[in-house]
T-cell receptor, first 117, second 116 residues
Framework: AQTVTQSQPEMSVQEAETVTLSCTYDTSESDYYLFWYKQPPSRQMILVIRQEAYKQQNATENRFSVNFQKAAKSFSLKISDSQLGDAAMYFCAYRSARWGSNYKLTFGKGTLLTVNP | SQTIHQWPATLVQPVGSPLSLECTVEGTSNPNLYWYRQAAGRGLQLLFYSVGIGQISSEVPQNLSASRPQDRQFILSSKKLLLSDSGFYLC???????????????FGPGTRLLVL
């Protein structure tokens, strides 16, 4: 079974600075998808960024980018120019691309990001 | 654009009472639909998913059930709530994406359920 590990329960960053959130995963599959979701105090899960495992190029979305290291099974999220609105719980998630898989997203336990003014 | 609605937003129910949570998606057709539960301070756990009307798959055996009476409607139910059913319930949807599968899930605003 796949597992997702976020080793940093909490992180903090100064406004306008850069922070990196770590995520590692364990899988025997070669094709899969990885995601970062943000959960602000409202608790709605918001998609931040996604990565297809077959793509070597790291995904970027404005101030958010990932460092995808397939061999190391690592998928970190970098937030540049941090803003107060970035404060939230961040979840890393894995989904198999195998045909017939159960579409399940496997989530890590989350990293609580605090942004200091 | 697609939107997803969940109601109610908050629910306080006594132990042993029935439950019905509703999720509807607008602006898309033939979505996959999902029910997740998030216990306090924990990640999300998939409860049910559906690939079409009347097609429900259960991930966790428990006293909850799900139904999909219409293409864009997904309902989570229970006949008798337990204390352990308290939590935050999230509905999600996915449609065919650039990856060739319905791989990306988008979440609704959630329902906070407290069972007393």
């Amino acid at each position: 079974a796949q597992t997702v590990t976020q080793s940093q329960p909490e992180m903090s960053v100064q406004e306008a600075e850069t922070v990196t959130l770590s995520c590692t995963y364990d899988t025997s599959e070669s094709d899969y998808y990885l995601f970062w979701y943000k959960q602000p105090p409202s608790r709605q899960m918001i998609l931040v960024i996604r990565q297809e495992a077959y793509k070597q190029q790291n995904a970027t979305e404005n101030r958010f980018s990932v460092n995808f290291q397939k061999a190391a099974k690592s998928f970190s999220l970098k937030i540049s120019d941090s803003q107060l609105g970035d404060a939230a719980m961040y979840f890393c998630a894995y989904r198999s691309a195998r045909w017939g898989s159960n579409y399940k997203l496997t989530f890590g336990k989350g990293t609580l990001l605090t942004v200091n003014p | 654009s697609q939107t997803i609605h969940q109601w109610p937003a908050t629910l306080v129910q006594p132990v042993g009472s029935p439950l019905s949570l509703e999720c509807t998606v607008e602006g898309t057709s033939n979505p996959n639909l999902y029910w997740y539960r998030q216990a306090a301070g924990r990640g999300l756990q998939l409860l049910f998913y559906s690939v079409g009307i009347g097609q429900i798959s259960s991930e966790v055996p428990q006293n909850l059930s799900a139904s999909r009476p219409q293409d864009r409607q997904f309902i989570l139910s229970s006949k008798k709530l337990l204390l352990s059913d308290s939590g935050f319930y999230l509905c999600a949807w996915s449609v065919l994406g650039s990856g060739g599968s319905k791989e990306t899930q988008y979440f609704g605003p959630g329902t906070r359920l407290l069972v007393l």
